[in-house]
Nanobody
Framework: QVQLVESGGGLVQAGTSLRLSCAASGRTFSSYTMGWFRQAPGKEREFVAGITWSGGTTYYADSVKGRFTISRDNAKNTVYLQMNSLKLEDTAVYLC??????????????????WGQGTQVTVSS
């Protein structure tokens, strides 16, 4: 089992930045690919960014490419999502997830085995 707890969400203005954190406990964090997803009201959960176990490969949704950066610190069992130039459409609950496919970055929710509860990000004009 892997337990995931997100933090860092909040209410921010468009154009500003926010950094989300996801702290993991339980089984070996470093053996998992980690992903960030988001879900807005009335919409399906969508992939945002992912990073392989070593940090050597990252992958981003087109909607956030160039604005968001995913990173991880295996010594701290934590994965981060730095979000810059936030837009109104970035408003959602952000969830981190762990995937056993540790040498690639899956985008499908079914490929992730463990999920956090999520943290709310609200971007205002």
């Amino acid at each position: 089992q892997v337990q995931l707890v997100e933090s860092g969400g909040g209410l921010v203005q468009a154009g500003t930045s926010l950094r989300l954190s996801c702290a993991a406990s339980g089984r070996t964090f470093s053996s998992y690919t980690m992903g960030w997803f988001r879900q807005a009201p009335g919409k399906e959960r969508e992939f945002v960014a992912g990073i392989t176990w070593s940090g050597g490969t990252t992958y981003y949704a087109d909607s956030v490419k160039g604005r968001f950066t995913i990173s991880r610190d295996n010594a701290k069992n934590t994965v981060y999502l730095q979000m810059n130039s936030l837009k109104l459409e970035d408003t959602a609950v952000y969830l981190c997830a762990a995937s056993r496919y540790n040498n690639r970055v899956p985008v499908a929710t079914l490929s992730y085995d463990y999920w956090g509860q999520g943290t709310q990000v609200t971007v205002s004009s």
